[in-house]
């Protein structure tokens, strides 16, 4: 098992460094750079640079080497430094503008994952063994729909009908005196409530996946021979339910542990635009329009780390849940 | 429904049927996939003909009329039945805010039928000039309402609908085809190339999708034609999407190359690629389908949400995407709740999509 | 001697599958019995409707069939009660299930569930039916383990079912199946899917703990080898209803059921002529779904009577002089004239 666990880290090393290398290169990829759009938009408020300005700057910033150069240099901070560059447009290291938010969207990812499987597991399993009723029908629909809205408009919309109803539009995660006299864990009812929109908008669309995934398999799984074993044995239908058809059915949920973060912060960096939450996601769009790569950079190599993270943890829990895998790795 | 009239089922032939004629059978019974068929079909014609069908072109704009409501058509004036016709409109302040309101007055302006409008190609072949329909001159026909340039919902929908539509097609048939390509080497020949191509696909899946989208659509230069833009958009998009199909790919490749009929085809003397091509690519084609199918509605929000972000399709063009961006607040909402008009129609596409692919793969399953 | 105990009594046992196209009526009327300690095969093509029939003892199949008809089964504790009367989810037949009556299934690989040991899942019959101590139920099933000829027990009970060869599964299933010495044990081909030497071993196993625990067992295949070897009695189903019961001995000298006959011609024989080719029943097996009226046999016939054979259906009748030893469901072939006639379906 340890085995295991160090290759997988061992090979997790050189895929980061490709990725570190495939980001950078995306994110200088839109012409010119942050001084560009620094003096565009300074010229377009009236003041003029000259070229030896324009030069001094870059040189300031280190920007007037060729790409590679920078991203050898930024890697080799981050290696040896812990130092993951500097944000133009905060003026300040960029590690501490992350620290800022990343805490938080942690915090937001996870509680949204914890809700997505704790919801959508059972309801899973209830339309598998009732399958074509009028429940798996409403559940199927509402799945559905929830993939079909784009999650953006999900959020105006739940503002907005928040905003009629209770005349609080819950923007934000935190209601303004949380903000103005700072947060304690008695706020945290405050909190989760601000929290019911951004959860409904970011995970219904992984929650109607993972339904989707739990009912297939275990209606899959519910015709397998192993099941009439059981049955024949005498065993009860909820055993045969829970033991043997959910354990096997949670092969694929498992896997997917890592893509439904992925799209947890995918969802999350739109919705979190639109509803002005205090995480990554606005971030990246703002460094991104000006250029401030590093700093795009690094959010980017964060979120990648963790999914791969992510990958590595739904892997162990995989060969963990199924003795196949495990005796695939040993002898391998 | 007299095209899929129920045949006499005799056994054998029952038993001699292909693959795909089954398939084709057991599509047209499921009910959601016969209705999502038919809605598809309208929109792609819709979209075919979206010039035609939309009174209005793209850059038709009228700023006396910015945030109209939309305009209601009537059929009697007065008591007297007049055939559909609109109101004029004039504008006047709300004394309390201040803000302009649109009220109706007793200008008759009838609706005409393959009128003549602004000029534009159909079906991009044939100069015309002919309309659906429209009103008489001076009168203004806004069926979804107008948005903050005075500009047209109603054809703005349908003509962005060509884009809504086609580039989630195109994007998923790119991804098709890498997916395949790239999947059927990587699980075929294994080894070195293998490893190659899993270690890419791995970075690439590291990456949060909607992130790369972003970063790759600040990276499309300003200026350039909207063709260029549509085609950089399509690419972005399918960029990620093929290795969700390359990874199922080559899984049955591995599982299926070991097989004996591989053997047997490798000794009678069958090339790589002919073995590749005719023996094991029908086995899976049809799951392969349903995956493609289902990869078009993420692109349809995929592309809705870059261009609601500013980065995706560019005026003049339009998508649903660029339509829904006006719609980013709330006000904008409280206030001229018909802008969320085109939700519903990418709400549509993607549940007939979602339910087509669902019923794809019903049918290709073979032991329901 | 008539008056032997029967474990089982199976009456006019019908089993219908609700499908898409209407209802389809795949066991049309069984009637058989087992007597204590005794093997009874069950012959029949695939699709002929046996698997159904013994699922339905147990009350296991799918939730679109439907039984009916009277199976009576002597519980160890209750007396003679009908199996089909109980509810397939309640708690009284699963008191039966893996105690009183087991099952053996055809593929022994996808039969245990794969996340589980072996051991482990034979533990989970013994503390369901015999004792909730660990450590005495352990005990039992390492016993029964090792009486099925499993080496090595101790270290195999710990063991996934993946690292398990086809022999050594069926011996497992085999285990947990007569852990608890039941009364009956159902065996749906159980050699099928091994291969001959190992089919044989299995063969040979089942008859020596049917000698020590004296459970009857209900022996489903469709190969006539295995049949001779294994048991006393044997009945021919075909589409549904049992066309022939007779002793195996009397069944293999005597077929008297034209569809018994065919059956019996197409078996390849040892000292047959190189030459000769295997004989095969002409067409297919019908669909049961809107059978015509009479035998089911009848378009495959030689020896139909029309105006018989397909107006009315033959019922179960003895031809053994009373004997009971002997029965088929024909009107061509209820007379002893009826074997001069016999017309050698190789060379005839």
Known sequence: MWKYISKRLLIAIPTIILISFAIFFIIQLPEGDYISSYISRMTS????????????LRAQYGLDKPWYAQYFVWMVNIVTKGDFG???????????????????????????????????????????????????????????????????????????????????????????DM???????????????????????????????????????????????????????????????????????????????????????????????????????PVLY??????????????????????IIGTLISDIVLAALDPRIRLAERGA | MALFKKKEKNNEDYYLASQWTLMGRKLVKHRLARISMFILGFLYISALFANFIAPYNLTAY???????????????????????????????????????????NDEVYKVQFFVKGSEYKLLGLFKTDRHLFGVEEGGKIFLFGADSMGRDLFSRMFLGSQISLTIPFVGASISFILGLLLGGISGYFGGMVDNVIQRVIEVLSSLPTIPLWMALSAAIPANISVVKVYLYITIILSFISWTGLARVVRGKFISLRNEDFVMAAKLAGVTDFKIILKHLVPGFLGYLIVNVTLEIPSMIIGETSM?????????????????????????????????????????????????????????????? | ???????????????????????????????????KGETLGLVGESGCGKSLTSKAILGINTNNCTASGEIIFDTTAGGKKDLLKLNPRGKEIRDIRGKQISMIFQEPMVAFSPMYTIGSQINECTRLHITKDKGKSKELSLAMMKKVGIANAEKRYDQYPHEFSGGMLQRALIAMALVCNPKMLIADEPTTALDVTIQAQILELMQELQKEMGMAILFITHDLGTVAKMCERVAVMYLGKIVEVATADELYANPRHPYTKGLMGSVHKIGAKKTERLFSIEGTVPLALNLPPGCGFYERCHERIEGVCNVREPELTDIGGGKLEHQISCFACMNPSCEEKKEDPVHG
């Open chain 1, 286 to 307: 703002d460094a991104l329009k000006v250029q401030d790569m590093y700093l795009a950079g690094t959010i980017l190599l964060v979120q990648a780390i963790l999914i």
């Open chain 1, 86 to 176: 500097y944000s133009f447009a905060y003026s300040r290291p960029v590690w501490s503008v992350i620290m800022d938010r990343l805490p938080l969207t942690i915090i937001v990812s996870l509680t949204i994952m914890i809700f997505t499987y704790a919801v959508s597991i059972p309801i899973g399993i209830y339309s598998a063994l009732h399958q074509y009723s009028v429940g798996d029908y409403i559940f199927t629909a509402i799945g559905f729909l929830g993939m079909a809205i784009p999650n953006f408009l999900l959020a105006i919309i739940l503002m907005y009908t928040s905003f009629k109803w209770t005349g609080d539009p819950l923007i934000g995660l935190f209601s303004t």
């Open chain 2, 307 to 368: 261009s609601f972000l500013g980065l995706g399709i560019r005026s003049p063009a339009t998508s649903w995407g660029v339509l829904l961006e006006e719609t980013k607040t709330i006000t904008s909402i409280a206030t001229y709740p018909w802008r969320l008009i085109p939700l519903f129609a990418v709400i549509l596409t993607v549940l007939a999509f979602n339910f087509l692919g669902d019923g794809l793969r019903d049918a290709a399953d073979p032991y329901k």
């Open chain 2, 62 to 104: 009228d700023s006396k009329y910015m945030n109209l409501q939309p305009t209601k058509v009537h059929m009697f004036h007065e008591g007297n039945f007049e055939g559909p016709f609109v109101y004029g409109i004039d504008v006047e302040r709300d004394a309390k805010t201040k803000q302009k309101i649109y009220v109706e």
């Open chain 1, 45 to 56: 408020e009236g003041e003029r640079f000259t070229e030896a300005d324009i030069q001094a």
């Open chain 3, 1 to 35: 001697m008539k008056e032997r105990e029967t474990v089982i009594e199976v009456k006019d046992l019908k089993v219908n599958i609700k499908i898409d196209d209407g209802v389809l009526t795949a066991v049309r009327g069984v009637d058989f019995c087992i007597y």
């Open chain 1, 179 to 281: 903000l103005q006299n700072g947060i304690h864990f008695y706020n945290i009812g405050e909190f989760l409530k601000h929290m019911i929109i951004p959860t409904i908008v970011i995970g219904t669309s992984g929650t109607c996946k993972v339904i989707r995934t739990v009912r297939a398999q275990m209606l899959d799984e519910s015709v397998k021979q192993y099941t009439l074993t059981a049955r024949a044995k005498g065993v009860s239908e909820r055993v045969i339910t829970y033991k043997y058809c959910l354990r096997a059915a949670l092969n694929p949920v498992v896997s997917g542990l890592a893509s439904s973060l992925s799209s947890i912060f995918s969802g999350s960096t739109i919705s979190a635009i639109v509803m002005n939450l205090a995480i990554q996601g």
